[in-house]
Structure formats: C-alpha cells, structure tokens
C-alpha cells in the first residue's frame, strides 16, 4: 500500500464522508483513492472556497470539516479562509500537497508551516511514510481538541512511498478527554446569590448553549428568574419561540432590546463568550453583574473584565444544575416577564424611519421579513458580512435548524462558501443565504459549482451595486462615495448562464414570486434584488449617523 | 478629534450673558445630562456628563478646570475623564468669548472646541460621535439661549 493510500483510509476512518477542494499533483492521488473509498469529493473553483466550505460544514454540525489543496500555489489560495475559520473556532483538516523534500528547488515550493502560522492554523506535517496514521489522527485531535483549522502538509514524494502496517487506523476520537462537566459547588452557590439578588436578569445563549442542547433548561431557567433570553450573534433565533425573546444581543439589536438592556442587573452569559460586540464593550449592559458559563477554563469578557461569578461547566448542565439550586431555594420572579415589556416587543422589529427610493429599487427590510416568512422554518439561513447584515441580521427572526452569519474575520465573501457547506453538511436541505453584492461577486465562480451539485441554495443578492460599508463612511467624511460604487451585471442572467434559475427583482413583489417559484422546487437559484442606497441599516445609522433609532 | 466652531446668538447684554456662563452651574444646567459635583481647592470641579450614542448611554465622569477672564468676557474650559466602565477616555477643551451682537440687540457667543475619544467607545461610535457632538452643541445653544432671555439674565 501507498502512503496515499493509507492516508485517505485514515481519513474515511475518522468518519470523513466529503471533502472539498481542488485538485492538483500534490494531493490527486489522495483524492483518487477517496473515492474509491466512497468518500464524495467536491471540487471547486478556488481552493479558498473549498476550505470556506468545510467551515461551513464544521460550523454546522461543530465536526471536522474537510479541505484540500495542492502544494504550493494551492496553499496560498486558502489564506483569507484559514483565518476566517481560525476565528470562527471551526474545527477543519486541511489535507495540503506539499513539494518533494528531495527537491529545494521545485518552482511550487513553499514553506508551509509559516504561512499555516500566519494564517492562525495549526499545522502538522507527514515527516516519514511510517508516521502516516499519526500525522492523520494527530490533525483530527488537534482540531477537534482546540477547535481550530489544522493544516496536514504532505509532501508529495512521502505520499508515493510504501506503508507497510496492516493493523487498522486508530482514530482520533481514542484519544479525546470527556466534555467538560458538572461546575463546581461553591462557585455554583455564588451564582445562584447573583441570580437571586437580581430583579431583571438577561440571559445570552451563543453556541456553546445550541451544541451543549441547553434550550429546555435555559427556557426553564429562564420562567422561574423571570429573565429575557437574548442570543449572540452566532446563536441568532434560536429559541426564538420564547414570548420573552429580544433577538440578538450586541450590534444588531433592537432599539427594544437595548433599552431593556439597559435596565439589567444581572447578565446570564451561556456558552457565549460576551465578547466585545455582543456586550458592545459592556455598554449594553451599564448596571449589570455578569455570571458565566462556559466549558472552557475560563473566557476573558470583552475589555479585559472577567465575569462577576464565572462557572466552567457544560452549558446544559451548568443551567440545570442552577435553575434546581433556586428551585430548592424556592426562588421564582416575574422580572422581565411582564405583560408590559410583552407588549414592547411585539413591536420590536418596527423600522419606521422612511427614505426616498430611487426608481427601480427595493427597501429592503421588507424584503428581509418578507423572505423570513416565505422560506419554511426547517430550511437554513445563512447570514452575509458587509452592509447588507444589518438588515438580515436584524429582521430574520424564525427559529431555524441552522442560522449562521459571518463575521468572524470581518471580511467579505465568505459567507456563499460557507453556506454550500452547510447545504451539504445538512443533506443537501434547502438554505437562504442573503448576502450584498460585492461578496457574492468575489466567489461567483463557485455558483457553478452550486449548479454542478445541485445544492438547493437559494441566494438573495443585496444589490445596491457598491461597498456599502464604505459608501457610507465616505458619505459621513463628505468624500467622495462614488468611489465605492461599482456596478453588477444581471446577477439572476449570470446564474442563468451558470445553469441555475436566476431573476432580477426590483420590489418585494419581485422577490415574492421568485422565492414561491424556489419554495416550490428548490435548487441552485440566485435573486439579484436591487436595493435603495438610500435606506441605512441600523446599526449604520447609530454608529455613522448617531442617529438614536 | 472632534472640532466644534460655533457662533451662538443670544438675547441679554453681554454682561448679562458673560455672568451666566462664568457661573458652572448655569452653564451645566444648559447642557443635557451633565451634573456637577464636587469643587476642589485648585477652582476645579468634578462633573458628569450621559451621553446617548445611538440607544445606548454612557455616562462620563470628568475633572473640569475653568480659566475667566473677566475683562475680555473670555473663557477657557477644559476636561479629561473616563466613562464609568473605565473603557473609553476623553479630553476636551473650549474656549468662548462673549461679544456684542453686530447688527442686532443681544450678545454673540463664539465658541471653539476639541473633543478627543479614545478606547473601546471610539470603535462602536465611529464617525456618529461627531454628530453626537455637533447635535449636543446646537442643544446647548438652544438651552442657552432659552435661559438668557429669561428676565433675570436680561
């Protein structure tokens, strides 16, 4: 048996079952014996698509995802997507070519393992043919273990050796402590004196809450301490059902939702880290104390500032064992839990400031709740960067199976990506993904590769053909913001062209029928709406204009 | 930096309008969401200030030192602070001068100032904290100008 060989059995032994990539010299035979192996390979058009869809992929199910390159030229396409996944604490392999160690010389040389550091990635690399099992498994821990992208750099003569071991491949899960348990007692005791003390607790769930399946016990928690339940950004809509739900927590909340912030006296962060965007740097929360729950050992907040009490603990755990603490201590309120503050939300996602449109253009807030509505709950909705989240990360609000937004390298492009991902994470289930123009121009290529695999994706396209993030602040500075201008083609002819279903709208009606045409048969299809540049999103409005809406 | 270039006309002598913003109290009563607190032994006092930045409040806890000179019906102000999270600092100055109206009966009051934000605010407010700013001025003007045409500042 080959090196290769061995490594993509190790691979489909460590429960691979998709790997997306590019293929060159570097990692061809890799790929060619995964699939005989039955392992489905998705092959792109940029290697840093490929890797951003393995995030998508682990950001989904919170397990390895996939990627591959060639040595070299094929590495250094994953740049921008490594440091997206590193901050996004996915956990992904990056199976990488790497040049022969014979040759110095070779004209697709590159060192690796700095440009893995640079990009925030760990790195592990097969020295010798007879390391390949660790090389493999060591990867899977690592990136399990530390949640993080690890890049496995195989160079290419190593992979045509010989591997002479027969015994089967232990995988990495062999080597996996248990998840982080009950908190402890004492630190427990002090949490639940916080939580008591206080008349208008806010607990904030992020991701750590949705993976730990701490929704009952947080809604619990929450009934008997009379608590809004708010979500970080990552966390959005989930446990949306609750009557006493605000949304999210940080930029991209409610006006609603910050001024009830603002009366907390105790914030309930649940595997949320509180970091500096959903606490906005503690300003949302002027007069609160802080309890943390969170597997790690400990999560700094935003600013420096450690919580009041913090607990290491599984989060579902963690919740369930302090909602029994004051249930034995008989403690229940009604807090936040009033008719009144019920009444405020009702009309919480009510934007009333109004602008002038210019022809031919769609507000898009409407479209955001029209499109909340039409696409069914159990599809996913994925989330862009730029300008065009503040409208999407604010308005959606159906709880959906998977929500996920982008962020996490404050980069555009790479949500489409990260999306396709996810769709093939889920089983090919239908997802909305809703992103601005510039981003979906950036990765447009891959939009056949949506087509090539019939991903039933559905894309909305934010169209008000510039960088908006940049129009506004050269428009603030009185610059000249035509220069963040830039003009699409038809986006909806494109996708056409591609082999998708494509159309471009101009109002929500528009947008009504296309996405009712989608509904009904759901597959690759991209909606080019085009969007006034006129209607500001919200949080531009306060951070730009100062505007208190 | 945040640069503020105002010329604020108001009804009163200016006498009458040098005499209410050399007294602190009159003038923080002009500014919303400022309080002034203790007076230490150097002529300087201790004042805090809320300001909204979008929905969100942040107060802020200042030294202000204030420097008259009566015969030119001139001042300057200055103050450094932090919010009351200990996250974001700040340091202003203003200078003002109060002289007749040219063409009409009242006093002009020109004002100048320097505002510098610096930390975690600075990123959440961007560009919004000089419209915060200019929107806070055009109010103190408003108020100031209310509380000259009452009859004890005429």
Redo the contacts between chains.
Sequence with gaps: MKVYQRLAAAFKAEGVSHVFGLMGDGNMYWMHELDKLGVKLLEVRHEGAGLGMADGWARATHTPGVATATCGPGVTQLATAFVTAARAQSPLVAFCGEHPTSDDEYNQRLDQSRFAAGCEAGFVRLATADAADDAVRKAFYLAKLESRPIMLSAPMDVQQKEFDDDDPYKPSSTLLPPRAGMPDPAMLEKAAGIVAGSKKPVIVVGRGAKWSGAGEAVLKLAGRIGALVATSLMAKTWLAEDEYHVGVSGTYAT?TA??LF?EADCVIGVGASLN?YTT?????Y?NARYVHLDSKPHVMM??GRSADCYLQTDAKAGVEALESLLAKRAFKQTGFRTGEVKERLANALDDRAEFKLEPGTADPRPVCLALDEMVPAEYALYTGSGASAGFSNILFSRRRPVVLASHFFGCIGQMMPAAMGAVMAAGNKPGLLVDGDASIMMHLAEFETMVRYDMPLLIVVMNNQMLGAEYY?LD??KMNAGLAAIPTPDLGAVAVAMGGRGKLARSVEDVRTAVAEWVKKPGPMMIDLRISRSVVTLPY????????? | MIEVNERIDVPGTPRAVWDLLADPRAVVECVQGAALGDAHDDGSFDASLTVKFGPAKVTFRARVALELDAAAMAGHVSSRGKDNQGGTRFRATMTFRVAPHEDAPGSTVAIEARVEIAGRLATVVEGGASLVVKRMTADFSKRLAARCAQPSAA
């Excluded at chain 1, 906005?280 to 949302?284: I, K, M, T």
């Excluded at chain 1, 409005?541 to 809406?549: L, T, V």
Aim: aromatic residues 8%; charged residues 40%; proline residues 4%.
């Design positions: 006006r910050m001024q603002e500096r906005e740097h503690g300003y949302l002027p935003s600013g602040k603030v500075h409005r306060r951070i730009h204009y100062g505007k208190d809406e």
